[in-house]
């Protein structure tokens, strides 16, 4: 596909946001590529979900930026490795300008690392998020029409906190539908083709 028609695809307004320049390149290619695409691995659920908690109350821009530095500092989002993280990593990442350096989001990182071992394997992980995604819907016409929450992201928060993770409340849940494509919350223009 040529770059000129690339542009004259119709998206969601939020991946329009910005028209030139590589931030609109990034905006469009993980909307175009990832954003509502079913996502199944545990490994990579659990960077989303760790990334979604990086994002609460930043631009979404922000993260996509940062996100190979957040997979170097972070072992790759390896569950495993970030379970065994100690004292010295929370110093060592509270100093890395590569990264959102917010103490409470690098504990939540590692405890929710720590509570999905508790889980099992990265596939039981991805077991218990899916078991949330609700029946397929018709794509909304606007995107100002999508709820920020749902009945199932207020029950995948409430699960996942009673199970010891942190920093994944309803809106945080709901978005995390949205990106893994639990939900398909591309707008009925939108050119990505239904996954439900």
Known sequence: MSAASELDLVRCSWAESLREGPDA????????EEWGRPLRDGTALFERMCLEAFQSGLSWLIILRKRENFR??????????VARFGDGDVERL???AGIVRN????EATIANARAAVELGSPEDLSELLWSFAPPPRPRFAEFSEIPATSPESKAMAKELKRRGFRFVGPTTAYALMQATGM??????????????
Request: charged residues 30%; hydrophobic residues 40%.
């Open 25 to 32: 390149e990034l905006y469009r290619k993980y909307h175009d």
């Open 183 to 196: 939900v398909d919350d591309h707008v009925l223009a939108c050119w990505v083709p239904s996954t439900h």
């Open 72 to 81: 170097r500092a972070f072992a790759g989002f390896d569950i495993e490795q």
């Open 94 to 96: 509270l100093g890395d």
């Open 103 to 106: 103490r409470a989001k690098i």
